[in-house]
């Protein structure tokens, strides 16, 4: 186990072993389900909150809220695009009110061996959000030179932004003519997602990590970015919803136009909507005009914990399978964006209902990605309760692989042409 002191030291403990969270359960780590800690992580030093270790000798877990009369605190990773977390940092809050932690992943992490571990897997070899392949000299060159080369097209300019001052990878690699670009569009939306990063209000929220986006670009501003990229990158991807945005589909007239004057221009590239997927009765016009693929994104497939999480405005869990089955009807790739979080995710009732979905819609890909929320303040919301079977989220995915040997795992949304 690692804890931190007051002062930010991160130090392992001389006793205890390291101990993961699922849904309700803290239990101990078996070495095989941990990798070393992937470069381009980071480590968070949890405020209020303290470490549960396990003593491996008596067989139980243990609070550390003090050593050598000091206080300590939980220490968790928030891992590197393209790795999916198993294990949730097993800590409890210090007191039942704190304010929920800011939204990201807290992934269990140890020490051993001098180095890092958490629990998690590589779980898309695309190297396209590798920390080591940022050349950040070559991004802020690339950045500063396009917006002065298109000063008049304002979504550019919000891009640049994204590139030079959050440091969004989508941004960086539109700047650095590579893999899959961002097209933001949406100052509105009509969930109010729990772990928005865009947009919280109510008075518990967790803060926001990211602005949105104030404006609607023309067709003529995001096919111009888009073009650039389509026709200039090999295997390129566009996708439309992003972090600084609402939804998407919520312009869908705006993104019709915009998706025909790019292929009135080429026929390269693949053009993909990221989406809650709450409209569908504005997807065929999108389909009609060249739109390649869906990412719908899933807290879960189950429409309780999905109604609780959405807090959808206008819309139903029934109108996202509609999209769904549109999509594969029109022969369109279909991926979910699927929240990882061990307890619900690989709770053997999701595994059910997420395949019978399948099984009637037909699925492409799942992106199983980590859920970015505080863990105690979700399931407090969504009013969980603790599961008949948990299958771990190793086993989920092999499941799924072994009943559905088509379908395909990963991180990102892949090309679909060159
Ligand atoms: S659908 Fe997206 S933009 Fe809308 S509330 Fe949810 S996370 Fe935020």
């Given at each position: 186990?690692?804890?931190?002191?007051?002062?930010?030291?991160?130090?392992?403990?001389?006793?205890?072993?390291?101990?993961?969270?699922?849904?309700?359960?803290?239990?101990?780590?078996?070495?095989?389900?941990?990798?070393?800690?992937?470069?381009?992580?980071?480590?968070?030093?949890?405020?209020?909150?303290?470490?549960?270790?396990?003593?491996?000798?008596?067989?139980?877990?243990?609070?550390?809220?003090?050593?050598?009369?000091?206080?300590?605190?939980?220490?968790?990773?928030?891992?590197?695009?393209?790795?999916?977390?198993?294990?949730?940092?097993?800590?409890?809050?210090?007191?039942?009110?704190?304010?929920?932690?800011?939204?990201?992943?807290?992934?269990?992490?140890?020490?051993?061996?001098?180095?890092?571990?958490?629990?998690?897997?590589?779980?898309?070899?695309?190297?396209?959000?590798?920390?080591?392949?940022?050349?950040?000299?070559?991004?802020?060159?690339?950045?500063?030179?396009?917006?002065?080369?298109?000063?008049?097209?304002?979504?550019?300019?919000?891009?640049?932004?994204?590139?030079?001052?959050?440091g969004c990878p989508a941004a960086k690699n539109f700047f650095l003519k590579?893999?899959?670009?961002?097209?933001?569009?949406?100052?509105?939306?009509?969930?109010?997602?729990?772990?928005?990063?865009?947009?919280?209000?109510?008075?518990?929220?967790?803060?926001?990590?990211?602005?949105?986006?104030?404006?609607?670009?023309?067709?003529?501003?995001?096919?111009?970015?888009?073009?650039?990229?389509?026709?200039?990158?090999?295997?390129?991807?566009?996708?439309?919803?992003?972090?600084?945005?609402?939804?998407?589909?919520?312009?869908?007239?705006?993104?019709?136009?915009?998706?025909?004057?790019?292929?009135?221009?080429?026929?390269?590239?693949?053009?993909?909507?990221?989406?809650?997927?709450?409209?569908?009765?504005?997807?065929?016009?999108?389909?009609?005009?060249?739109?390649?693929?869906?990412?719908?994104?899933?807290?879960?497939?189950?429409?309780?914990?999905?109604?609780?999480?959405?807090?959808?405005?206008?819309?139903?869990?029934?109108?996202?399978?509609?999209?769904?089955?549109?999509?594969?009807?029109?022969?369109?790739?279909?991926?979910?964006?699927?929240?990882?979080?061990?307890?619900?995710?690989?709770?053997?009732?999701?595994?059910?209902?997420?395949?019978?979905?399948?099984?009637?819609?037909?699925?492409?890909?799942?992106?199983?990605?980590?859920?970015?929320?505080?863990?105690?303040?979700?399931?407090?919301?969504?009013?969980?309760?603790?599961?008949?079977?948990?299958?771990?989220?190793?086993?989920?995915?092999?499941?799924?692989?072994?009943?559905?040997?088509?379908?395909?795992?990963?991180?990102?949304?892949?090309?679909?042409?060159?």
């Amino acid at each position: 186990m690692v804890y931190a002191t007051k002062e930010g030291n991160i130090i392992e403990h001389n006793r205890l072993r390291m101990t993961q969270r699922c849904g309700e359960d803290i239990l101990s780590v078996n070495p095989e389900d941990l990798i070393p800690l992937p470069e381009g992580s980071e480590l968070f030093i949890l405020p209020d909150r303290y470490p549960l270790g396990y003593d491996i000798n008596h067989n139980k877990i243990e609070t550390i809220n003090k050593i050598k009369g000091k206080e300590t605190f939980a220490v968790a990773a928030f891992i590197s695009p393209a790795h999916t977390q198993t294990g949730i940092a097993g800590f409890i809050p210090k007191q039942d009110d704190l304010k929920p932690l800011p939204l990201f992943a807290y992934t269990a992490v140890g020490w051993i061996n001098d180095r890092f571990w958490v629990t998690a897997f590589r779980s898309d070899k695309d190297k396209r959000q590798d920390f080591k392949g940022f050349d950040l000299k070559k991004v802020k060159k690339n950045t500063v030179e396009a917006l002065k080369i298109y000063p008049e097209n304002r979504l550019i300019q919000h891009l640049g932004k994204c590139s030079l001052q959050y440091g969004c990878p989508a941004a960086k690699n539109f700047f650095l003519k590579r893999y899959e670009a961002p097209l933001p569009t949406s100052p509105q939306c009509n969930a109010r997602c729990l772990g928005c990063i865009s947009n919280q209000d109510d008075i518990d929220s967790p803060p926001i990590s990211q602005e949105r986006i104030k404006f609607v670009p023309s067709p003529e501003e995001i096919s111009e970015i888009a073009l650039l990229h389509l026709t200039n990158v090999n295997k390129a991807v566009v996708s439309f919803g992003q972090g600084c945005e609402g939804e998407p589909i919520l312009q869908a007239d705006t993104l019709e136009k915009s998706i025909r004057l790019m292929r009135k221009n080429t026929p390269k590239g693949t053009i993909n909507l990221n989406s809650n997927a709450s409209l569908p009765e504005k997807l065929n016009n999108m389909i009609d005009s060249g739109l390649d693929s869906m990412r719908i994104s899933l807290n879960s497939s189950r429409e309780e914990f999905y109604t609780k999480y959405y807090r959808p405005k206008g819309y139903a869990f029934s109108d996202v399978l509609r999209s769904w089955d549109i999509m594969k009807t029109a022969g369109r790739f279909v991926s979910l964006n699927l929240f990882v979080f061990p307890g619900i995710t690989d709770d053997e009732e999701e595994l059910n209902v997420i395949s019978g979905f399948i099984e009637k819609f037909g699925l492409d890909l799942i992106q199983i990605r980590n859920h970015n929320i505080d863990p105690l303040w979700y399931m407090k919301k969504i009013a969980y309760k603790k599961p008949e079977k948990t299958l771990g989220v190793k086993n989920f995915v092999r499941i799924l692989k072994e009943r559905f040997p088509a379908l395909r795992f990963g991180y990102f949304n892949p090309p679909l042409r060159d």
